[in-house]
Structures are given as structure tokens and as C-alpha cells.
Nanobody
Framework: QVQLVESGGGLVQAGGSLRLSCLASGRALIVYNMGWFRQAPGKEREFVAS????????NYADSVRGRFAVSRDNAKNTVYLQMNSLNPEDTAVYYC????????????????WGQGTQVTVSS
């Protein structure tokens, strides 16, 4: 079982940027397709982005496409989420997740989760 730890969250003004990191341990990251999800207060957790094992395939939610970019460095066992042009609607706890099956937008497909990192965007 892989362990995941997110970092990089914080408070940022609208229009600003943040880069989240997700460090994997216990197993090599390359065996997993990875995803980012988020949960805003009072809302269900939602898909943000996913990336295939090699990094060659990426998928984004419509709400973040063109603003967020997912990447990975398998040598460093780390996945990243670069978030630009942030707005208050992006405020949420962000989670990274790993799956040994096909990368999808469904959280049910992901078996390992990090503890989350808070992102707060002020207006």
C-alpha cells in the first residue's frame, strides 16, 4: 500500500498561484495512476485532475481546465498540481489519490488517499 502526503496548500489572493505536491512512499509511484480531488465546505468531494503512470495522459475537470496543470516526477515519487488564476470557488481541501487501475475521474477507483491540504483563496 502506498502512503501519500500532500503539501503546498495555504492562503492566496484571487488571481494568485499555488503548487501542491504529493509525496508517495511505501511503493514506487510509477505503478500508480494518480488523481487530485477537492472538497469544499458543505460539498461533496470532486475530481480535479488525473495523470497516467508515464505522465502521457492527463485529464481535467472543466472547472479547472486551462488554469491547473498536473505533472509527476517518478524519480522523486512526487505528483504536482500547479494552480493558476485561483478564485474563491477553488477554496477546498485538496487530496491526492492513487489507483493501480485505469485513471478515471471517479473517486471510487482510487484506493489510496492522502490526508489533504487546505487551499483558501481570498477575494
Amino acid at each position: 500500500q502506498v502512503q501519500l502526503v500532500e503539501s503546498g496548500g495555504g492562503l492566496v489572493q484571487a488571481g494568485g498561484s499555488l503548487r501542491l505536491s504529493c509525496l508517495a512512499s511505501g511503493r514506487a509511484l510509477i505503478v500508480y495512476n494518480m488523481g487530485w480531488f477537492r472538497q469544499a465546505p458543505g460539498k461533496e468531494r470532486e475530481f480535479v485532475a488525473s495523470i497516467s503512470r508515464s505522465g502521457g495522459f492527463k485529464n481535467y475537470a472543466d472547472s479547472v481546465r486551462g488554469r491547473f496543470a498536473v505533472s509527476r516526477d517518478n524519480a522523486k515519487n512526487t505528483v504536482y498540481l500547479q494552480m493558476n488564476s485561483l478564485n474563491p470557488e477553488d477554496t477546498a481541501v485538496y487530496y491526492c489519490a492513487a489507483t493501480s487501475t485505469t485513471a478515471s475521474s471517479s473517486e471510487a477507483d482510487f484506493g489510496s488517499w492522502g490526508q489533504g491540504t487546505q487551499v483558501t483563496v481570498s477575494s
